[in-house]
């Protein structure tokens, strides 16, 4: 590696140190992963065109997850696991935009009204990861339906961002360390500035 | 033969092992493969087909967590089909759902015409509906449980409406 490379890598570590980096601006992309099972479970093509089912965003925490574009360094083959996924990105401001959440009881009264949001939630071995939640937390299925037709709704606007089956290109040394010393700079951040 | 020789075997019967007979009493929700299977409309095996490969998925199949598809839900949704085909296709034509399975194990149906979205959510034990005619959770959505008469109250606000 170059000397110029690693004053960059240095550089990039040093400014999500010191920039509000916890926070999700509106104008971010946000890489959704698209697995494909079972024939396709998760979307379908119709005349070329991709339409997902509101399988392609299940979370069982009910906070679908997804990965900061900036925090992949704009690559979306990062978020992939495997040659089958596919990634659709969706932008933060347009997910806030899905509007509020009602929560209601069977009669139909409303208990619980919850905004959508997009926080930054940093993993072990994934930096980038965040969460589509709302607030307060949903505990009814209804209102987390509602969420996921809402972005699957998105999803088909936007489109495949990569589609599935193409090769994972293989990651270079310098990717993996700007990785690692990004999720080293995160651990720093939560120790130093707990508040933040 | 006479009498005795018509009876003289008893003893040796009874003297032997027999068979019992014991009958299996399903349980009130089940359906049997070859019921469902015998009721199936042609038109609906692509759906069939893609319920059953539904039911080969494992736990964890997307890699964030889903549970495994409900077998029970599996077979209430071909009930449910069946039952919507025979009474709308003959009327108004019918269009077969893009089935996928939820977080929670639930067979999902869905359909789309032009903006309108309608969503079914099929558990073991109750079925549940999102239409949705814009991406606004509060102003363009509605969900509730699954009426019974959804066909005409849902797939034909999709279609028709």
Known sequence: ???????????????????????????????????????????????????????????????????????????????????QDGIVALEAGAIR????????????????????????????????????????????????????????????????????????????????????????????????LPNR | MSTIAERAWLPYLHARPTAQVIRFAPPP??????????????????????????GLLQRNWDGYGSARPDQTAIESTRQLIEGAYRSIAPLIGWQNPHASASEDGEIVLEWSHGIKRLTIYVGPHQSTYVKSWGPHLVNEMEDGPLPDDWVVSLWAWLFVG
């Open chain 2, 29 to 54: 929700d089940a359906v049997s493969a070859e019921t469902s299977m015998a009721a199936r409309e042609p038109n609906l095996f692509p759906l069939h087909e893609q319920l059953n490969r539904i």
């Open chain 1, 97 to 192: 935009g899905l509007g509020p959440i009602i929560q209601r009881d069977q009669r139909g009264r409303q208990v619980s009204q919850h905004s959508v949001d997009v926080v930054y939630d940093p993993i072990f071995g994934n930096c980038a990861h965040a969460l589509v939640s709302a607030e307060p937390t949903i505990t009814s299925g209804s209102a987390f339906k509602r969420l996921k037709d809402g972005l699957v709704r998105l999803a088909n606007q936007a489109g495949w961002r990569v589609e599935p089956g193409i090769p994972v290109p293989p990651r270079k040394a310098r990717e993996i360390l700007q990785e690692a010393l990004q999720c080293f700079v995160q651990r720093l951040r939560e120790i130093l």
């Open chain 1, 1 to 83: 590696m170059d000397p110029f490379q690693t004053i960059g890598l240095f550089r990039c570590g040093l400014g999500s140190l010191l920039d509000d980096a916890d926070h999700v601006d509106d104008e971010e992309e946000l890489y959704r992963r698209v697995p494909e099972a079972a024939g396709s479970a998760c979307y379908y093509i119709d005349h070329g065109k991709v339409v997902f089912f509101s399988s392609a965003f299940n979370d069982v925490s009910q906070s679908p997850s997804v990965d900061r574009a900036n925090k992949r360094q704009f690559d979306p083959h990062r978020t992939r696991l495997r040659q």
